[in-house]
């Protein structure tokens, strides 16, 4: 494995590797995080941090499913005068890394073949104990420090939304860890709207009486194509803005998967949920209105033999606000500055999927992430890059100490 050579940053490498190979074996998908919120704390208090820095709020009384735990915050007091830096990632993974069993294989560390592997965001959990351990080891001097572990962001950013800022002791700017490489710099994300439709229809014999009944499943693909063929489906581009939607859920009562019971009753109800995004908040607003009309169209036109329609229910809610650093924010340039000092030139991006990033800007933290070596996340193909891991690694030691 490479080895970087930079003298100033005493980074024990095999140590972090080691830290990452205990974090990836333990179980903790979404929802269900106390075990390896657990395995962080005793690792933090191995490596110095007393337990009175170590803490957990109440984020979980306030998510709308159930969450064992809530978030893992730690104050490090800073050996410097400087504003608190706050560093940041999640506990949990998807549900298809439950069991998994990591091997190292040269520079990469793999899953077994039958599960994902929870780099994401594993490598996040191990650089956050590793900053910690180098820091106090090695006597470096920083500002104060603030370390968040997350919970539930793989299932909607939970923690991090109801995060009560106040718990961040004033962080000036955050580096969240959640990504591939070290020289890719999260400046910005979409924001999300979520929607959902209920559409009661009404019930006949499909053979007998067709007319007598009001399709529930016909309304909503009416709707749908309506969508499609208005602009309004996957990749949009319009004069007044752009982003994308999906229409991810088409059921029946209570989450069950089937609209409709048997091929012969005009189906009565179905239940249908998609999405919308775009860097700018009022644009996915606008998707979702836009398949409103749609649906509002499609009820229009299905009726039965005596002119009457289907009761259609819509309601549409933000699911995170999208936000967009400038490259001349401190926290950019600091990561800048950092990158350089390894010999990386900084590729800013801007991603299109959701990041705790989101909600912590919305708190008021400037936030960027950055990569440690997760490769093909949310698959059994999943892997972790250990290079990448180690360029994190120093990248998070590099910010934590630079002088402002």
């Not at 990836?24 to 933090?44: F, M, R, Y």
């Not at 109800?269 to 700018?280: D, F, K, N, T, V």
């Amino acid at each position: 494995m490479q080895i970087m050579t930079t003298p100033s940053i005493p980074l024990d490498v095999e140590s972090a590797i080691a830290h990452l190979m205990r974090f990836l074996s333990v179980e903790g998908v979404t929802g269900k995080e106390a075990n390896i919120a657990a395995a962080v704390s005793d690792a933090l208090k191995a490596v110095g941090v007393p337990a009175s820095a170590i803490r957990f709020d109440d984020a979980n009384k306030r998510i709308p499913l159930p969450t064992e735990t809530g978030n893992l915050i730690v104050d490090l007091p800073g050996t410097k005068d400087g504003p608190r830096l706050l560093f940041s990632t999640h506990l949990d993974t998807v549900p298809l890394c439950a069991g998994a069993k990591p091997k190292r294989e040269g520079d990469r560390i793999v899953s077994d073949g039958t599960t994902a592997l929870g780099g994401d965001a594993r490598t996040g959990v191990a650089l956050l104990v590793v900053l910690a351990e180098t820091l106090i080891k090695h006597k470096l001097p920083h500002p104060p420090i603030t370390l968040l572990f997350t919970v539930r962001e793989e299932s909607g950013l939970h923690g991090a939304r109801e995060l009560n800022p106040k718990d961040l002791g004033g962080a000036a700017m955050c580096i969240n860890v959640d990504g591939q490489l070290a020289s890719e710099l999260l400046i910005g994300a979409v924001g999300q709207e979520n929607w959902e439709v209920e559409i009661t229809g009404k019930a006949s014999h499909a053979g007998v009486a067709p007319e007598k009944g009001i399709s529930a499943t016909l309304v909503g693909a009416i709707a749908i194509a309506e969508a499609r063929r208005e602009g309004w489906f996957g990749k949009i581009v319009k004069p007044d803005g752009r982003g994308t939607s999906n229409v991810g859920i088409f059921g029946g009562k209570g989450g069950t998967v089937a609209a409709g019971d048997a091929t012969n009753v005009v189906t009565d109800y179905a239940y249908i949920r998609g999405e919308a995004r775009s860097p700018e908040a009022a644009f996915a607003t606008r998707i979702a209105e836009a398949f409103k009309d749609a649906f509002a169209k499609a009820q229009a036109e299905v009726k039965d033999d005596g002119g009457e329609t289907a009761q259609v229910k819509f309601t549409h809610k933000p699911a995170y606000p999208p936000f967009e650093l400038a490259k001349d924010a401190p926290v950019v340039k600091r990561a800048a500055k950092a990158l350089g000092m390894l010999g990386l030139e900084p590729n800013y991006l801007f991603s299109n999927g959701g990041l705790d990033a989101n909600w912590l800007d919305k708190h008021g933290v400037p936030t960027i992430t950055i990569g440690a070596g997760q490769a093909e996340i949310h698959t059994i193909k999943e892997y972790v890059n250990l290079t990448e891991y180690e360029k994190g690694c120093r990248l998070g030691i590099l910010m934590a100490t630079l002088a402002d």
